[in-house]
Each structure stands twice: as structure tokens, then as C-alpha cells.
């Protein structure tokens, strides 16, 4: 057997809130930012993995919010200065501590922090498990399930904007709401546009197209790994690089809001007359540009089963639906 010791060693950047941000009015605020710089850190080809503590959940022993981000020990210093850049454009102060390991254990031991998570409410046709390969499934666990590993186009665990569109889709699927096209515009890992295909049994056609290559190249191994590539169509690509004839029951778009903005008119032709569009990734101070913007471009608000303007923590998220008289 190998010598556990022969093995490279490997290191952990240890990145902390400052214990007065955390324990101020707006701690919560600066903890959502803390989460969205170990999603991004968590997008380096270096890191394999990135743990959050957050001491208000049970069983965690740390003081302040952190993240542990695994690496290996060349690469310290350098994401060290990019969790350092993140911070201060997110205006929220950060403590950094650096440790190289030594010993097989370390390499995937941020495995033990990805818990399955269930979407919905089981046993009901809108509810989904989501979990990592080496969780196997429980008992009482929902029948519908996407099994999908951490990768570099997926970050650690699920961001809010993610679990906002995926809350969306299973309340839709739950109330019975039918779509027979899908379009999931800058799919990233492809989640949203594989959770759909479970809970809508009528999706025959999904189109998920990001123009990050390396996307692209997971959503579709994703969807191999979940047998749901025949019914998906993946491409490298923007909006615009989609037939002009094609239009979908059903869009998500999880993208920042400089990207929404400019895209409502022609997003609202990509859709049938009726059918719902569900956008994320808006900060709470863009969400009346966004609003304003899918308004004049002729969207309604989707206030239909507890739709419309939807949050968690800084994120907001918009239902919306193109009329039914639409041309
Ligand atoms: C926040 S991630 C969302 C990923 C996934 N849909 C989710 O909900 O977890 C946004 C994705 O949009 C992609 N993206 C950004 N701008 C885009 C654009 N103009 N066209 C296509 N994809 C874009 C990025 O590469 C990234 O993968």
C-alpha cells in the first residue's frame, strides 16, 4: 500500500469575516458577499474545493463566517491576492490564514461539507434531491434527483441566485404548470436546464448555451451523467447565436444584470405567447433597473403562484411572462 506520507502535500487558505463587519447590523449582508467570493474563488482551475462555516448552522464550531478554500501550495499566494481583490471590490473586510498539509487525508476531506440538499416539498411532483455522487440516497429522499459533483462551473454548493431558480421551477412543476420547450440561457454547470427536464415529464426540447466553453463542455457531461442528453441540446454561445426562429415555453437566465438589461427585448421574442421567464443574479439595488427594463420590453410580472419579485439575502429574483396576446 502506498505510504500516505508520498502523497503531495496540499494547502487551505483559510479567508475569515472580520469578527466586527460579522457581528454588525450588516453582518448578514457581508456574509452573502463572503459566499459569493468563495463561489468565484471556487471558478479556479486551482481550487478544488471551497467549505463554508457558517456559525449560526448547527454543529459549526467557528466564530466568525469563514471559507476554507483547498488548493495546493503553489497556488496560495495568488488566490490569497484574488480572495484580498474580491473582498475589496465587495467592500467587506477579510482576514486571510495560509497552511500547506501533508498526507492523502487532506485531498478530499472538503468533500465531507457537501450535504445533499432537497428542493420543494417531498413527496410532492415539484420536489428534487441534489446531491454529490458519493452521497448515496436516504430513505424518504424525493424520487426526482440530479447527481452532480462540484466542478469548476459549479461552484461550492449552490449560490442563492441558483436556489432562487430552482425554488421557482419546483414550485411551477409542483402547481402542474406544463412546458414542452426550454431555454436556459448562461447554464453554467446546466442545473437549472437538468432540474427542469426532471420535474417537467413534458420538456422534450432543452437548450442550455453558455459562452464560457468549459460551461458548456460540463452542462453536457453533466446531463451524460444524468442520462438526460438526448432530451438537451448544449451550446457555446450568447442569445443572439440561437436561430431567430426558435422560442421556448420556458427560460431561465441566472446572469448578472449588465447582461439582462440589454437582452429583454429580444429575450421576450424568444418566448411563446404565455410562457414564463424566471431571471437571476440581480442585486437588490439593480432590481428596478431590471424590472423597468423587461416592463418596456413588454413582460408582464408573474404573480401567478407566489411569483413575481423574489429574494435571498442581497439576491433578487423576477418572475416574468411574455402575454398570451403577444406577437
Ligand atoms: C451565475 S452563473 C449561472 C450558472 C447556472 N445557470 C446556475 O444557475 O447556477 C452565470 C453563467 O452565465 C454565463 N454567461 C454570462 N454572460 C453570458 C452571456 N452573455 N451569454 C451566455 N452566457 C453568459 C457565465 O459564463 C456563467 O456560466
Not at 134 to 145: K, L, M, N, S
Not at 166 to 185: I, S
Not at 263 to 280: K, M, V
Request: aromatic share 4%; proline share 6%.
Amino acid at each position: 500500500m502506498a505510504d500516505p506520507s508520498d502523497a503531495p502535500p496540499w494547502a487551505t487558505l483559510l479567508i475569515r469575516l472580520d469578527a466586527t463587519t460579522s457581528a454588525g447590523p450588516d453582518g448578514g449582508i457581508a456574509f452573502d458577499k463572503l459566499e459569493s467570493i468563495g463561489t468565484l474563488l471556487a471558478l479556479d482551475d486551482d481550487v478544488t474545493g471551497v467549505e463554508t462555516r457558517d456559525p449560526t448552522a448547527a454543529g459549526c464550531d467557528a466564530e466568525t463566517p469563514e471559507l476554507v478554500v483547498y488548493t495546493h501550495p503553489d497556488a496560495l499566494e495568488r488566490l490569497q491576492q484574488r480572495a484580498l481583490d474580491l473582498a475589496q471590490a465587495a467592500d467587506v473586510a477579510i482576514g486571510c490564514e495560509r497552511a500547506v498539509h501533508c498526507g492523502e487525508a487532506w485531498r478530499d476531506v472538503w468533500k465531507r461539507f457537501y450535504e445533499p440538499m432537497v428542493f420543494g416539498n417531498p413527496p410532492g411532483p415539484g420536489s428534487l434531491l441534489l446531491r454529490p455522487s458519493w452521497i448515496a440516497r436516504r430513505p424518504g429522499d424525493p424520487e426526482r434527483e440530479l447527481v452532480l459533483d462540484p466542478g469548476r462551473a459549479f461552484g461550492t454548493g449552490l449560490h442563492a441566485t441558483t436556489r432562487l431558480c430552482l425554488e421557482r421551477l419546483c414550485t411551477l412543476a409542483d402547481a402542474g404548470v406544463t412546458a414542452t420547450t426550454m431555454l436556459d440561457l448562461g447554464c453554467g454547470s446546466g442545473i437549472l436546464a437538468l432540474a427542469a427536464a426532471r420535474l417537467f415529464d413534458g420538456l422534450h426540447r432543452i437548450v442550455a448555451i453558455d459562452f464560457d466553453a468549459e460551461a458548456s463542455a460540463t452542462a453536457l457531461e453533466n446531463a451524460e451523467l444524468n442520462g438526460l442528453h438526448e432530451r438537451m441540446e448544449v451550446h457555446t454561445g450568447t442569445l443572439a447565436d440561437l436561430p431567430a426562429n426558435q422560442q421556448f415555453d420556458l427560460v431561465t437566465a441566472n446572469i448578472r444584470t449588465e447582461v439582462l438589461v440589454p437582452i429583454a427585448t429580444h429575450l421576450r421574442q424568444r418566448i411563446t405567447p404565455g410562457g414564463r421567464a424566471i431571471l437571476s443574479g440581480i442585486l437588490e439595488e439593480e432590481i428596478a433597473t431590471v424590472a423597468q427594463a423587461y416592463a418596456a420590453a413588454r413582460f408582464e410580472t408573474d404573480h401567478d403562484l407566489e411569483g413575481g419579485e423574489r429574494e435571498m439575502g442581497i439576491w433578487r429574483a423576477l418572475d416574468l411572462r411574455n402575454p398570451e396576446d403577444a406577437r
